[in-house]
């Protein structure tokens, strides 16, 4: 089963408007992490923000806001006021088990990407 | 401020060639990890290091080499290179204590487009 799912291949919202990009996420840790990417055209991969598994609250930075339902297991993207520059591949990423020095508990699986088209 | 440097950004080889793709990173990270980038795929992990001189495999390992001998550099080898090594590459290094908030975010370098014929 993947780890990591991201059921939108493509996405298109309209520039102002408000997008949210679905990830769903499988795993028996009690300790996770959850992270959203983005990458556009010039190929860069840019974090954008993270979510505990004990964080209590939703997790936001600036325009984007994480919808973590942990029962659901699903750690949504939201955009919102979406603008030009927001168009590109949007990565969700986990981190499973918690962070322990010396160990290989850094690493990040993927899912397969949405690819975002703000349209004018 | 370089963060992690990956070179080269382009490469092309013949089927049956080895090449060695750098990673540097100056953040003093503990973890240094190569990633491919397929269509479709996402990102695979391809091998791994929690520090120096200890790697281990990833997800898709086969056809390539790690050693990790410094904490800033961590160079991905392809021993013979095949087709179905075209991909881009992606280092990525992560620190050992949260900051910020973030508890293990990656930091990628730009990546490097590997063809080969």
């Known amino acids: 089963a993947q780890k990591i799912t991201q059921t939108q291949p493509g996405m298109f919202v309209q520039e102002k408007e408000a997008v949210t990009l679905d990830c769903t996420y499988d795993?028996?840790?009690?300790?996770?992490?959850l992270f959203w990417y983005k990458q556009p055209s010039s190929g860069e991969m840019i974090f954008l923000i993270y979510?505990?598994?004990?964080?209590?609250q939703n997790a936001t930075e600036g325009r984007y806001s994480l919808n973590f339902q942990k029962a659901r297991k699903s750690a949504n993207l939201v955009i919102s006021a979406s603008q030009l520059g927001d168009s590109a591949m949007y990565f969700c990423a986990m981190r499973e088990g918690p962070i322990r020095s010396g160990a290989g508990s850094y690493q990040l699986t993927f899912g397969k990407g949405t690819k975002l088209s703000v349209i004018p | 401020n370089a963060g992690v440097t990956q070179t080269p950004k382009f490469q092309v080889l013949k089927t049956g060639q080895s090449m060695t793709l750098q990673c540097a990173q100056d953040m003093n990270h503990e973890y240094m990890s190569w990633y491919r980038q397929d269509p479709g795929m996402g990102l695979r992990l391809i091998h791994y290091?929690?520090?120096?001189?200890?790697?281990d495999q990833g997800e898709v390992p086969n056809g390539y080499n790690v050693s990790r001998s410094t904490t800033e550099d961590f160079p991905l080898r392809l021993l013979s290179a095949a087709p179905s090594q075209t991909s881009v590459y992606f280092c990525a290094s992560s620190y050992s204590r949260p900051s910020g908030g973030t508890d293990g975010e990656l930091f990628f370098g730009e990546g490097s487009r590997l063809t080969v014929l």
């Open positions: 795993t028996s840790d009690q300790s996770y992490g």
């Open positions: 290091s929690v520090g120096a001189g200890i790697t």
């Open positions: 979510q505990g598994s004990y964080d209590e």
